[in-house]
């Protein structure tokens, strides 16, 4: 890989976004590591995964050098493979969180909207600046505006300027936010809570939450009374019923 590293420890691994010296910024070669990563990580016996960034800035959204003077196919595939990533990060089975610890702008904001939870340094902020600029956040702002809600999307990708740390955690855009030494353990303690219990519920549970938050009311109970009436049937739904009734901790198969 030249663009991120990859490192494994214990039941979690980390997702290191490496070009410090382009601010992190998503080049095409960029994000097909970035798919390759999280589809080999999402496909091991992971526990859980962080998506971090190397450098002094989290990750700066898109490479303009990518788009200048690009034709439209050219950017259309660009985007379709941001997409791409986003909806991997969606779909790989572990919990993803973002740890945040600098600037994170345009599609790097998309990146921490689209993580299942985000961590931030007191010294993060968060944009979508083509509000001031003649290429609007388009696509950062699907992934955003269902983090923030209409009114504080809208502020967001109109004014495109950037909210520090405290105001994201208020809006809903991140979990939490700690002083910066400080991060690495709260990623740490987060990923150890949400990763207890049985994996392989976990995975379904990821993927139905999903499915139904987009769902109308009556549409989402329907199927998520599927999807919890089969699980039922699942042996580590089984053996969580039963060691709960029997006073036990619980083996996962």
Request: charged share 20%.
């Amino acid at each position: 890989m030249e663009h991120i590293t990859v490192a494994r420890d214990g039941g979690f691994a980390t997702i290191t976004m490496n070009r410090p010296q382009r601010r992190n910024a998503l080049s095409l070669p960029h994000m097909r590591e970035l798919i390759a990563a999280f589809t080999d990580v999402g496909s091991s016996d992971a526990l859980g995964i962080v998506l971090a960034g190397n450098g002094p800035v989290f990750c700066a959204g898109h490479d303009f050098a990518d788009v200048a003077d690009q034709d439209l196919a050219t950017v259309r595939a660009l985007l379709a493979t941001c997409t791409e990533l986003m909806t991997l990060m969606q779909q790989v089975p572990q919990p993803v969180v973002a740890r945040v610890h600098g600037l994170a702008t345009a599609a790097g904001c998309q990146l921490v909207a689209t993580a299942d939870l985000a961590v931030a340094s007191e010294t993060a902020g968060f944009a979508a600046p083509g509000g001031k600029g003649g290429w609007f956040c388009h696509t950062p702002m699907v992934a955003i505006a269902r983090n923030v809600g209409r009114k504080r999307a809208a502020e967001l990708a109109f004014s495109g300027d950037v909210i520090d740390a405290r105001t994201a955690l208020d809006w809903g855009l991140v979990n939490s936010v700690v002083p910066p030494g400080q991060l690495d353990d709260a990623v740490r303690g987060l990923l150890e809570r949400v990763t207890a219990g049985s994996p392989a519920s976990k995975g379904i549970g990821k993927q139905a939450l999903y499915t139904q938050i987009d769902l109308d009311q009556a549409k989402a109970y329907a199927y998520a009374i599927e999807v919890m009436a089969s699980t039922s049937q699942l042996p580590d739904a089984q053996e969580g019923i039963h060691a709960f009734l029997e006073k036990r901790k619980p083996q996962w198969g």
